[in-house]
């Protein structure tokens, strides 16, 4: 199982970096596996996680379609910097409570990992759900944790697979910033 979820996690990241809409539907079904792996392991916000990205797929799905997103990256705003700032000290609060909840109410493994990478990532798919290319920073933080979290629990494959993400997520950054290129280019 973890294996499919893998190739369909690779997928993802691949159609993702390409500004690819199907790379929602490779995301969701590698989701799908993961809820039951992660709950298995009791990573229960893992679990929580992989199943919020399987909604969140069919959100961002409906975005990069439909939604403000359908455009190009490289014509959405981003967020400025004091805007970031203050969302990282947010999400940073949410996190602790969360690991500190699971600490004291629940047997989970790794809560303060498991919470902080959660809220995180979270956060970071829904600004690629906008095309916002400040997501790519964010994950570049988040999956280099990940690398660590699921080798200590016996996720050696995950885990390579989240060392590979780094490699795609530098290749996603490029890409996207080639194309804005691209495109000032030839309006300009």
């Known amino acids: 199982m973890e294996s499919i979820a893998i190739a369909f996690a690779l997928l993802y990241l691949l159609l993702a970096a390409r500004q690819s809409v199907w790379c929602w539907l490779a995301g ?7 809820t ?9 916000m893992e679990a929580g996680l992989q ?12 975005q990069w379609r439909f939604g403000q997103a359908r455009v190009a990256a490289q014509d959405i705003t981003e967020y400025s910097w004091w805007w970031h700032a203050r969302a990282v ?3 940073a609060l949410i996190a602790s409570a969360c690991a500190w909840l699971l600490g004291r109410y629940t047997n989970a493994d ?16 829904w600004l690629l759900t906008r095309k916002l290319f400040s997501n790519w ?33 530098l290749y996603a950054m490029w890409n996207w910033r080639r194309s804005q290129k691209e495109l000032c280019n030839n309006t300009g």
Do not use: H, N, P, R
């Open 28 to 34: 969701a079904i590698s989701c799908a596996i993961y």
């Open 36 to 44: 039951l792996l992660m709950f298995q392991v009791q990573l229960y």
């Open 51 to 62: 199943a919020i990205y399987v909604a969140l797929s069919g959100y961002g799905w409906w």
């Open 89 to 91: 000290i947010l999400l």
């Open 110 to 125: 790794q809560v303060w990992l498991d919470s902080f990478t959660t809220v995180y990532s979270l956060f970071a798919t």
């Open 137 to 169: 920073l964010y994950w570049l933080v988040i999956d280099s944790v990940y690398i660590y979290l699921y080798a200590i629990k016996g996720f050696e494959k995950t885990s390579g697979l989240f060392a590979i993400y780094i490699v795609l997520i």
